[in-house]
């Protein structure tokens, strides 16, 4: 089993909203920053947002600022996004770095899921 799981995708209509949510079923990581990333066909994973440890600080891309936004409570991790559109249609990852402070950069995150995929139609 991947250290994280990933839930809440699914498919909606451009404009609607969809809640996904990031576990890590029986383990506890140290400190962990938390980040969402995401994967549409044909292109790379790319960053979408991430959270520190204390739930802080956080960091988004630019294409879904003002629309996504990620919180965190304890050992799960949510990615809330409104205003949906089909360019946001992909596979969405949660990923954890322990001891990280929300960093873009795919690489330094050690623990991921095997995604959720989020499908917009216009």
């Known amino acids: 089993q991947a250290p994280l799981v990933e839930s809440g995708g699914g498919l909606v209509q451009a404009g609607g909203s969809l809640r996904l949510s990031c576990a890590a079923p029986g383990r506890t990581f140290s400190s962990p920053a938390m980040g969402w990333f995401r994967q549409a066909p044909g292109q790379e994973r790319q960053f979408v947002a991430a959270?520190?440890?204390?739930?802080?600080s956080t960091y988004y891309a630019d294409s879904v600022k003002g629309r996504f936004t990620i919180s965190r409570d304890k050992n799960m991790v949510y990615l809330q996004m409104n205003n949906l559109k089909p360019e946001d249609t992909a596979v969405y990852y949660c990923a954890a770095d322990p001891g990280g402070w929300g960093t873009r950069d795919q690489s330094e995150y050690d623990y991921w899921g095997q995604g959720t995929q989020v499908t917009v139609s216009s």
């Open positions: 959270i520190n440890w204390t739930g802080r």
